[in-house]
């Protein structure tokens, strides 16, 4: 069973919006509000970056420098799901999205993450 299930991907023009959801399922969720949760993205050729986080009770929120004052995280506790609103898109958004579960404060680390979603993709074109 996969932990983290992301949907809301599709194909938009640049300045679209699109909203991305991550549903935790499972046993290992069963204290979905204990787990830092974030998204990360990966274009073709390229690293996987960090995007976005939020802390366990969703008051604090971190973002790459490339999506701050266009992206936004938040998370619904009671529903054991994270969101990413991301708004007036770039061809240089497009990638694969998946978000990310863990309990470290080294929030902007890949490795800070033990469970994964399989992604999905967001396509921008100018």
């Known amino acids: 069973q996969v932990p983290l299930v992301e949907s809301g991907g599709r194909s938009v023009q640049a300045g679209d919006s699109v909203r991305l959801s991550c549903a935790a399922s499972?046993?290992?969720?069963?204290?979905?509000?204990?787990?830092?949760m974030a998204w990360f993205r990966q274009a073709p050729g390229k690293e996987r970056e960090f995007v976005a986080a939020i802390n366990r009770g969703g008051i604090n929120t971190y973002y790459a420098d490339s999506v701050k004052g266009r992206f936004t995280i938040s998370r619904d506790n009671a529903k054991n799901t994270v969101y990413l609103q991301m708004n007036n898109l770039k061809p240089e958004d497009t990638a694969v999205y998946s978000c990310?579960?863990?309990?470290?404060?080294?929030?902007?680390?890949?490795?800070?993450?033990?469970?994964w979603g399989q992604g999905t993709q967001v396509a921008v074109s100018s």
């Open positions: 499972g046993r290992t969720f069963s204290t979905f509000s204990l787990y830092v």
């Open positions: 990310a579960a863990g309990q470290s404060s080294s929030y902007w680390l890949p490795t800070s993450y033990g469970k």
